[in-house]
C-alpha cells in the first residue's frame, strides 16, 4: 500500500503525532523516511479539510528541533564510539565514506552544515549526533537546528499543501475541460459518419451507367 494511501486511514491527531515522532526519530540518528511522511502528509492535508496544514507543519518543525536536541546530547556523551556502533548497525548510512563526508561538511561549514543539512538526507540524520561528537557549542547548534528545523519542516509543509491545492484544483477545471472535449469529439465523430453515410446513400441511390458498347 502507498503512504499515502495508507495515511488516508489514519486519524487527523494520528498523522500529526506520527510526522512529529518519525521526523524526530530521524533528526535523532535513526534512518527512517521522515521527509516522505511529511511530504504525504502535506499532499493529504491539501485535498483533505480535515488535516490542518499549520498544526501539520508546527509537529514537523517540533519533531525536527527536539530529535536534532537528543541527537546531540546522545553524540555529545557517546562520541566516537556512539558512530562505530551506528556503522555497524547502519553501515549504508553510517558507513566510513559517509560519516568522513559529513564531518568534513561540519570542519568547513560549522553552523551552515546543521541548517542545510535539514535538506539533504544523509546530513539530517547526522546533524544532530555528529555536532555533538564534534563538540560543536551548543548555542550555535540550537541556533542553526531552530532556524533550520523551521525552515524545512515549515518550508516544505507550505510548498506541498499550496502546490497540492493548485494541482487538484487544475484537475478539476481539467475534467470539465475533459468532458468538453469529449463531448466535441462525439459530436464531431457523429457529424463525419453521417456525412459519409449520406453520401454513401446518395451514391448507391444514382443510376448506374449504361456499359459502353464493345467495338466491332
Same mark, same amino acid.
Given at each position: /500500500? $502507498? +503512504? ?6 489514519v ?7 506520527? #510526522? ?16 516522505i511522511? @511529511?511530504?504525504?502528509?502535506? @499532499?493529504?492535508a491539501?485535498? $483533505?479539510g ?5 498544526? @501539520?507543519?508546527?509537529? *514537523? ?9 537528543i ?5 555529545? &556523551?557517546?562520541g &566516537?564510539?556512539?558512530?562505530? %556502533? ?6 549504508? $548510512? =553510517?558507513?566510513a ?21 535539514? =535538506?539533504?538526507? @544523509?546530513? &539530517?540524520? =547526522? ?5 555533538? #561528537?564534534? &563538540? /560543536?557549542p551548543?548555542?550555535? =547548534? ?10 524545512w !519542516? ?5 510548498v ?8 487538484? *484544483? %487544475?484537475?478539476?477545471?481539467f ?5 468538453? !472535449?469529449? +463531448? ?7 457529424? #463525419?459518419?453521417?456525412?459519409r453515410a449520406?453520401?454513401? !446513400? ?9 456499359? +459502353?458498347? !464493345?467495338?466491332d
Open positions: /500500500m $502507498h +503512504v499515502q494511501e495508507w495515511l488516508e486511514t486519524p487527523a491527531v494520528s498523522i500529526y503525532l506520527l #510526522v512529529g515522532v518519525v521526523i524526530g526519530l530521524e533528526s535523532l540518528g535513526i534512518p527512517l523516511p521522515g521527509e511522511i @511529511l511530504v504525504s502528509s502535506a @499532499l493529504l491539501s485535498q $483533505h480535515d488535516i490542518d496544514p499549520v498544526v @501539520l507543519g508546527a509537529c *514537523a518543525t517540533a519533531g525536527a528541533i527536539i530529535g536534532d536536541s541527537g546531540y546530547a546522545i553524540g555529545r &556523551r557517546g &566516537r564510539p556512539l558512530l562505530a %556502533w551506528l556503522g555497524g548497525r547502519f553501515p549504508k $548510512h =553510517f558507513g565514506p559517509q560519516i568522513a563526508l559529513a564531518e568534513r561538511s561540519f570542519e568547513k561549514w560549522g553552523m551552515w552544515a546543521v541548517f542545510f543539512g535539514r =535538506f539533504v538526507a @544523509l546530513l &539530517r540524520i =547526522f546533524a544532530g549526533p555528529l555536532a555533538g #561528537v564534534l &563538540r /560543536m551548543y548555542w550555535k =547548534f540550537l541556533i542553526a537546528n531552530v532556524l533550520g528545523g523551521i525552515v !519542516a515549515g518550508g516544505t509543509t507550505a506541498i499543501y499550496s502546490v497540492g491545492v493548485v494541482a487538484e *484544483a %487544475w484537475l478539476k477545471r475534467s470539465w475541460l475533459g468532458l468538453v !472535449a469529449a +463531448v466535441l469529439i462525439g459530436v464531431i465523430s457523429m457529424l #463525419v459518419l453521417k456525412n449520406k453520401k454513401a !446513400a446518395e451514391q448507391a441511390d444514382s443510376p448506374v451507367p449504361d456499359a +459502353v458498347p !464493345a467495338a
